[in-house]
């Protein structure tokens, strides 16, 4: 009780009172609750010696209230009548990055190989680097070494379609992707006879019932044991079996020009006309990929997702699939035909990018970065910000201004805010690149014009729960016959036991009896809505919801699935770390939303990452597309501005 409140915790306390008037802002947001979680920064933040490992801190992770005070306070016109007045540090960068994520940390990388002698900050609001990209570790009882689980951005999807940028970074830090074909047990599950499942909960029906994909399992055998209405099961076999034409008579471009104009459900309800139970059994299909749910998910985009067991409906079309259409969304036309498998996974997921990147510019803070070794390398956070290090790194100092040190046209220098703690303190840059979220972007850089606010306003992040569940061991997912499910309806949407990859000198589990990771995911964004309106709408939900109810669901809906086979919560569940994103994925242009600009422009994202002077934006938000790669080509994007 006798620790000094520092102005941190005031922005807190104020965020408390001030919650409820917060909601209705456009960000979405509301204030952040009382409570001071666990922070990582720097000696003279006086942070306590037992949290200086992010990647074992269990409980609520991610955006926390921590993270996200000084930025609520900044947009709701409070932060400055309480802060005192900047103090300038003294110190002078070429370059200064916000944002730690694999974007911020990119710029810095390749600014650093087009100027080797730069002096380069880079400041985040988290106590962890990586922005989404998260690791989360536990040390259960017997195993040797730690168990490891990604809290956030998952894997190197689709190497196949990166973008130049990206497939140009992997290879300058040594990932080579295709080493992963041999350290991902690609037969590990099904030849457990362990498969994809759906789970109907009853939020959506009637009764619970658990659904096998068995492979070779035809639709009309597993259609028999869903508990909907019988009408809604002539459907179904209808949508999976020989639907007709739904558009005769109209060429391949109109059918597919009709599909743009409506979301998934609408298409099954108003061209379809499908029992209600059809509706709410397809309603998360989409979620874990994109954030929201089949009245959200546009319907030219479910055609592009088609498979044997999602988005049925599409066949009596006969829509050329040889191209995309020019209204699919632009990551699906940009992997279209890729058919890479998806094993090119860390087991700290895209953090293993991160860590190898920083390894690489800051001298003792990784015992190796090689590929094969930096998962269970050793990570040494005090080497982040020392005086003496080229490039530094900011933890817990959310940056509070950035601005041209006078007209822009003509500038040679920049001034970047930040809080640590206490104060503000200000640092000079000759470069800075803002690689924070797009929305937060007109509340750091006040001299933008108009426009440019506005276009950066509408990037509308997408929230996300990701949840690293540590088990004892899997043997009830095994006697279940299941190594992930899709949920129709209840708080997360799936779960999945983590992806089976042994790499260097981490083992991956083996037997049903050793300790396990379960990933469960949850999309916040509330149905009925557009995807942004939906995601603003969820994350004021969000940030009321308690860790404790997060837990409970998590505990409930796992004994649910797998009770029956023998699954107790209080014996098998050791540890949970919910990763929250309140600001998840980067919103991409997708019908039947954007149509008003989008697949012919002009895009906001044009008109919002212009550069200002001597600032330049990064981000994926900047592209946008909320993958690795987009990332990664923002910073490059970012980089060349400036170096021009």
Not at 60 to 76: C, F, I, K, Y
Not at 163 to 181: N, S
Not at 295 to 311: C, L, N, V
Request: negative net charge; aromatic residues 10%.
């Amino acid at each position: 009780m006798d620790r000094p409140i520092s102005r941190r915790d005031f922005f807190d306390g104020v965020a408390t009172v001030a919650g409820v008037a917060a909601l209705g802002s456009l960000a979405g947001c509301a204030g952040p609750g009382a409570g001071r979680p666990n922070t990582i920064g720097t000696k003279n933040l006086k942070v306590p010696s037992e949290t200086n490992y992010p990647p074992v801190l269990t409980g609520m992770q991610g955006n926390t209230s921590n993270a996200l005070s000084v930025p609520h306070a900044l947009r709701d016109g409070r932060f400055w009548d309480h802060a005192g007045a900047p103090e300038p540090t003294g110190e002078h960068y070429d370059l200064v990055v916000v944002g730690a994520g694999i974007s911020g940390v990119a710029a810095a990388h390749r600014w650093l190989e087009r100027a080797p002698d730069a002096r380069i900050l880079i400041l985040d609001n988290h106590d962890e680097v990586g922005g989404h990209a998260r690791r989360n570790e536990f040390h259960p009882a017997g195993r040797k070494g730690p168990l490891i689980g990604y809290g956030g951005s998952q894997s190197i999807d689709a190497p196949s379609a990166w973008t130049p940028e990206g497939k140009d970074l992997l290879d300058k830090i040594g990932v080579r992707v295709r080493r992963f074909e041999e350290y991902f047990d690609q037969t590990l599950y099904t030849g457990m006879r362990m498969y994809g499942s759906v789970f109907c909960d009853r939020e959506t029906f009637p009764r619970e019932k658990l659904v096998v994909f068995t492979p070779g399992r035809k639709a009309p055998e597993w259609i028999a044991e869903l508990p909907v209405a019988e009408q809604a099961r002539e459907d179904l076999l209808m949508l999976y079996g020989h639907p007709p034409d739904w558009f005769p008579g109209l060429s391949d471009g109109l059918k597919k020009e009709r599909l743009a104009g409506l979301t998934y459900a609408e298409f099954l309800r108003d061209v379809c006309k499908v029992h209600p139970d059809v509706l709410r059994y397809v309603q998360t299909m989409p979620n874990d990929e994109w954030g929201y749910g089949s009245d959200a998910f546009g319907a030219i985009d479910a055609w592009g997702s088609a498979g044997e067991h999602d988005y049925p409906g599409f066949q009596g079309l006969e829509l050329d699939r040889a191209t995309p259409s020019e209204y699919n969304s632009p990551s699906m036309i940009k992997g279209w035909g890729a058919d890479d498998p998806y094993v090119y996974h860390f087991p700290e997921g895209n953090q293993a990018i991160v860590r190898m990147m920083i390894g690489r510019m800051i001298p003792g803070f990784a015992t190796s970065t090689e590929m094969e070794e930096i998962s269970t390398a050793t990570f040494d956070y005090g080497r982040l910000d020392l005086p003496r290090n080229q490039i530094r790194i900011r933890l817990s100092c959310p940056v509070v201004s950035a601005a041209n040190d006078g007209d822009p046209a003509t500038a040679t220098t920049a001034t970047v805010g930040y809080f640590d703690g206490d104060r503000v303190r200000t640092v000079r840059a000759a470069n800075v690149i803002m690689a924070c979220w797009n929305m937060v972007i007109p509340y750091l850089v006040g001299e933008l014009p108009a426009d440019q606010k506005d276009a950066l306003s509408k990037a509308v992040k997408v929230p996300l729960l990701y949840a690293m569940v540590q088990l004892r061991g899997w043997e009830a997912w095994k006697r279940a016959g299941i190594s992930r499910t899709r949920f129709t309806g209840a708080y997360w949407c799936g779960a999945e036991l983590d992806y089976p990859v042994s790499i260097g000198e981490y083992l991956r589990p083996k037997t049903p009896d050793q300790p396990i990771n379960v990933h469960m995911i949850s999309t916040p964004a509330l149905p009925g809505m557009s995807p942004a309106s939906g995601s603003v709408a969820g994350r004021h939900e969000l940030i009321k919801t308690p860790y404790e109810y997060l837990e409970y669901s998590i505990r409930d809906q796992l004994t649910r699935l797998l009770g029956p086979s023998g699954f107790d919560p209080a014996r098998d569940i050791q540890a949970i770390t919910v990763n929250r994103w309140g600001h998840g994925y980067a919103p991409e242009y997708a019908t039947p939303w954007n149509l008003d600009f989008y697949p012919h422009g002009p895009f906001p994202a044009t008109v919002a990452r212009r550069r200002a002077g001597r600032i330049a934006i990064a981000n994926s938000d900047s592209v946008p597309a909320a993958y690795a790669d987009a990332a990664i080509t923002a910073a490059y994007r970012a980089v060349g501005e400036l170096q021009a």
